[in-house]
């Protein structure tokens, strides 16, 4: 069962309310909060792409930059072990320590 919608780059985690008989869900990875609900699938997934366009002409009408779920960049840190370990993995396999991270994180990440 997949419990995630995607549109113009936003994702929603799509949840049901038994007390009140809805599914709901909100905008993930943006602080902004953007919620919607339905009755059912066909009707949520109407209500998700309203509230997306619905962000975006809010956000350009007050002149405000959308947030944006994510960069595509990330910054961490790790032990000196495990960046030597996972550069000669990189390196063994033929790719840049980017590409190969980006590899194990995707597997990872499902």
């Known amino acids: 069962m997949n419990n995630m919608m995607t549109y113009k780059g936003y994702s929603a985690r799509i949840e049901y309310d038994d007390e009140d008989g809805i599914l709901f869900g909100q905008i993930a990875g943006i602080r902004d909060g953007v919620g919607f609900h339905a009755d059912n699938v066909e009707d949520l997934r109407t209500a998700f792409h309203e509230a997306v366009d619905d962000y975006l002409e809010t956000c350009a009408r007050i002149g405000k930059e959308p947030q944006k779920p994510y960069s595509g960049k990330m910054m961490f840190r790790v032990s000196p072990e495990v ?13 840049s320590l980017n590409q190969w991270a980006e590899d194990v994180i995707d597997r990872a990440a499902g």
Do not use: I, T
Not at 83 to 95: D, P, Q
């Open 83 to 95: 960046h030597r370990r996972a550069a000669l993995a990189a390196e063994l396999s033929g790719k």
